[in-house]
């Protein structure tokens, strides 16, 4: 069984503030995805990686995916309330199944303003 | 463009009921996949289906079944219901089903509340 662990589980901020949410395993995944899901709605795609060691910007948020694809991490830069919610990391297995996404536990983020 | 669709958005239910849940996939997907996410944990892995067969089964029991029909919409059926179903079950729908960039694309979820 493919386990992600992210952590930490909840982050309070002040606006204006970095912060960093990591998500790790032991297997290595084809791919990573990351969601964002507010209270009572369903996750909402924020990215997808693929290649060990991607990175990829969305604006103020950085992802980064690890080079032996067992790890990723979401920046934000200068966060505001409006980023507050559930972040989510969920992994593809490698070896095909690859529908089958793994979902760690999630970072609860509320930015204060 | 609508995206994906799920009804009811709320539902109660007693113990040993049965429950059906009803998904739309986005337009021109044809891969459905369900998830129940339990409250403070995240979505896990229930069925997927495309082109109306089963792709794959996570680690659930009989009791739950599935469903595709030809216009490529879902049902999720779950039978003999425990306490323990309660959650929020969330449908996604899928493009580029098999590829690495497969990215699933999740509906509102219904909320299911088993007393």
């Known amino acids: 069984t493919q386990l992600l662990e992210q952590s930490p589980q909840f982050l309070s901020i002040q606006e204006g503030e970095n912060l960093t949410v990591y998500c790790n395993s032991s297997s290595v995944f084809s791919s990573l995805q990351w969601y964002r899901q507010e209270p009572g709605e369903g996750p909402v795609l924020l990215v997808t990686v693929v290649t060990g060691g991607e990175v990829k910007k969305l604006k103020r948020l950085t992802f980064q995916f690890g080079d032996a694809r067992k790890d990723s991490s979401l920046h934000i830069t200068a966060a505001q309330p409006g980023d507050t919610g559930l972040y989510l990391c969920a992994g593809a297995p490698s070896g095909g199944s690859n529908y089958k996404l793994t979902f760690g536990k999630g970072t609860l983020l509320t930015v204060n303003p | 463009d609508a995206g994906v669709t799920q009804s009811p958005t709320h539902l109660i239910k007693t113990r040993g009921q049965q429950v059906t849940l009803r998904c739309s996939p986005i337009s021109g997907h044809k891969s459905v996949s369900w998830y129940q996410q339990v409250l403070g944990q995240g979505p896990q892995f229930i069925f997927q289906y495309y082109e109306k067969e089963e792709r794959g089964r996570g680690n659930f029991p009989d009791r739950f079944s599935a469903r595709q029909f030809p216009n490529y919409s879902s049902e999720l059926n779950v039978n003999a219901l425990l306490l323990g179903d309660s959650a929020l079950y969330l449908c996604?729908?899928?493009?580029?089903?098999?590829?690495?960039?497969?990215?699933?694309?999740f509906g509102p979820g219904t909320r299911l509340l088993v007393l």
């Open positions: 996604a729908s899928s493009s580029l089903p098999g590829q690495r960039r497969e990215t699933q694309y």
